[in-house]
Nanobody, 122 residues
Framework: QVQLVESGGGLVQAGGSLRLSCAASGRTLSSYAMGWFRQAPGKEREFVAAVNSNGGLTNYADSVKGRFTISRANAENTVYLQMNSLKPEDTAVYYC???????????????WGQGTQVTVSS
């Protein structure tokens, strides 16, 4: 079992930055690809970014390319999402998740955190 806990969310003005963290316990994250997803009120959960187990491959949703960066520190059992140039439409609950392999498909992720709220004011 892998337990994931997100942190770093909050309220920020448009154009600002936040850094989300996802800390794991129970098992090492180094065997898993990691992803970030988000869900806004009344909307489906959507893929944001993912990184493979060794950090060498990443994938981003078109809506965040060039603004968000996913990274991982396997020695710290932690994954990060650096979010720059935030927009009001980035407002959502952000979830980290672990999967066997790099994928953008939410159902392929086996473990999920509880989420952290990100609110971007205009």
């Amino acid at each position: 079992q892998v337990q994931l806990v997100e942190s770093g969310g909050g309220l920020v003005q448009a154009g600002g930055s936040l850094r989300l963290s996802c800390a794991a316990s129970g098992r090492t994250l180094s065997s898993y690809a990691m992803g970030w997803f988000r869900q806004a009120p009344g909307k489906e959960r959507e893929f944001v970014a993912a990184v493979n187990s060794n950090g060498g491959l990443t994938n981003y949703a078109d809506s965040v390319k060039g603004r968000f960066t996913i990274s991982r520190a396997n020695a710290e059992n932690t994954v990060y999402l650096q979010m720059n140039s935030l927009k009001p439409e980035d407002t959502a609950v952000y979830y980290c998740a672990a999967a066997v392999r790099l994928t953008v498909v939410a159902v392929a992720y086996n473990y999920w955190g509880q989420g952290t709220q990100v609110t971007v004011s205009s």
